[in-house]
């Protein structure tokens, strides 16, 4: 090594804890998403999905005339379901990237550094989170050529990508929850797959959660992609806003984040073991 | 001289398994020290101890003089390590692989780029840092996390079978630059092997480690010579240890052993 002189602390802000976590959020963010950067392909084909929810699925629907929208067209009241749909399709096997690194040694090597353990997992969601705000202007594009009657107002617009981000780090966050429980691929991938469908469909993305049956109505309470569909449907299409529904549902989400959170920090450094 | 390294009783258990069988190991500060022994003799856990990943069940220890349960955070800040696995991330650059480290260690942000650019160089990659590290030799892979380890300046650098899998040029290649190291800045370099020759051509001294236990520690010369006039490394083994070094090892050491060793190719 050409210097040798010692850092030793190494900047003023290393003994305050938020600090560090917002720094350390940002910093496994952004090189996370650089590698998005240097392999953009697989990111472009996995819009492909929510184009032919709205191309296909939703012209059927759209056709029969079965289902009650309170006076939206339906293809109006799909587009948010599918936008949410797609951020929980991607999020729901994010956690597979820690199993992956792990078998690197990857995180053995992040989780020695005097990094913020809470940092090293919200990090991964926040990058998980703008992942998906990659495909949003393409479902956008899309339902508004298929006439879709979705706001483009900057406010609300800024609304939609906030809802979009903080929906998938919720279920980014669920992933990397299970995926330091459960420590290896297969099982994530299993688990992943059984839990996508009744998200999916205890859910306000595709019907209006006035047609189900009462349990299931208690399960999609729960749910949080109701409440990411919910303030996206307020926020994308709605003639008229209500701010106060819309806080209502991000204030929910943020909870979920913040539970999340706790819990997958928490279990993180087992992962290492 | 205070000690870099310090246990007492230190032990892990896994269920009915020892890993880590009460060892009190003392390294002094510049010293090349080498934990050596086969697949299984505990030493990956007892380095994973003392780089705060996995808790003790009993015992302690103290890295850079700081204990290693109570104030893990300073223990981090002192020390580097490079993983058994090779560890740099193959969708980044060699470039990125050393920002992320940079910046998880808290380097000021106007030092970055030099020390990033320093340590490139120091290891001979500079040509190599804008390309994807999935492109690397093993070699390259390995010296580039030397590189990452090093970046903060750690008084201490772990290092956990280092050159396993290797090629010959490679492995010479890394034990040149821990030599560097050591004499350069002084760190403390404590590493892992089952390789007699790098325990014999690389450490000041080395701790025969077998089934959780230490069996004996010292100089490699005086280890050799206490046996007889002729002994190897592998002599001192069979005395101390009661079988050759070749034995022993769970499935699962093996088994990272081998990916390590086919990640590298």
């Known amino acids: 090594m050409t210097s040798l002189a010692r850092v030793e602390r190494p900047v003023a802000w290393a003994d305050l804890p938020l600090i560090t976590f917002i720094v350390d959020t940002g910093a496994v963010a952004d090189i996370e998403l650089r590698k998005v950067r240097h392999d953009p392909i697989e990111l472009i084909t996995r819009a492909a999905q929510p184009i032919l929810w709205l191309l296909i699925f939703g012209q059927v629907i759209a056709a029969t005339r079965a289902i009650p929208t309170g006076g939206l067209p339906y293809l109006d009241f799909l587009a948010p379901g599918v936008l949410a749909q797609s951020a929980l399709f991607a999020a729901i096997f994010y956690g597979i990237t820690i199993i992956w690194e792990r078998d690197m040694g990857v995180v053995q090597r992040y989780l020695v550094t005097p990094a913020s353990r809470w940092a090293l997992v919200a990090g991964k969601a926040l990058a998980a989170g703008l992942r998906s705000l990659v495909q949003a202007p393409i479902v956008y594009i899309i339902a508004l050529l298929l006439g879709v009657h979705a706001s483009l107002d900057p406010l609300r617009l800024v609304g939609v990508a906030f809802a979009v981000v903080l929906g998938s780090a919720v279920f980014a966050l669920f992933s990397l929850t299970i995926a330091c429980i459960v420590r290896t691929r297969e099982r994530l991938m299993g688990i992943g797959q059984l839990m996508t469908m009744p998200l999916f469909f205890a859910s306000s993305a595709i019907y209006p959660t006035s047609l189900m049956p009462d349990w299931l109505k208690v399960l999609s309470a729960v749910n949080p992609l109701t409440y990411m569909v919910s303030a996206l449907r307020e926020l994308m299409v709605s003639p008229t806003v209500d701010p106060v529904a819309i806080l209502g549902d991000l ?21 290492a073991v | 001289m205070t000690a870099a390294v310090e246990t007492s009783a230190l032990t892990r258990r896994f269920g009915s398994l020892t890993a880590v069988d009460s060892i009190d190991l003392e390294i002094g500060s510049g010293e090349i020290f080498g934990l050596l022994g086969p697949n299984g003799a505990g030493k990956t856990t007892t380095i994973r ?33 490079v993983p058994q696995l090779l560890s740099a991330d193959g969708t980044l650059t060699g470039y990125e692989n050393l920002l992320i480290s940079a910046r998880l260690y808290h380097l000021p942000r106007e030092e970055r780029r030099k020390r990033i650019t320093e340590a490139l160089e120091s290891v001979g990659l500079v040509d190599s840092s804008d390309r994807l590290v999935r492109q690397f030799s093993g070699g390259m892979i390995r010296r580039l996390e030397v590189a990452a380890a090093m970046l903060h300046r750690p008084d201490i650098l772990f290092l956990d079978e280092p050159t396993v899998g290797l090629d010959p040029v490679a492995r010479d290649a890394v034990w040149s630059l821990l030599r560097d190291l050591s004499t350069d800045s002084a760190t403390t370099i404590l590493l892992t092997t089952h390789h007699m020759e790098e325990a014999d051509q690389l450490c000041d001294r080395v701790a025969i480690m077998d089934l959780g236990h230490i069996a004996v520690v010292g100089k490699p010369s005086d280890l050799k010579a206490a046996i007889g006039p002729d002994a190897s490394l592998d002599d001192v083994f069979t005395t101390y240890a009661g079988h050759g070094i070749e034995m022993g090892g769970g499935y699962r050491d093996v088994a990272r052993t081998r990916r390590t060793a086919s990640r590298v190719g």
Do not use: E, H, N, W
Not at chain 2, 54 to 80: E, K, N
């Open chain 1, 251 to 271: 204030g929910v989400l943020v909870l979920a984040c913040a539970i999340l959170l706790a819990i997958a920090t928490k279990l993180f450094p087992r992962v």
């Open chain 2, 49 to 81: 101890m003392l780089i705060t990943l996995l808790a003790p069940t009993s015992g302690s220890a103290r890295v850079a003089g700081f204990d290693i349960v109570r104030s893990a955070q300073d223990v981090r800040r002192s020390i580097g390590y």
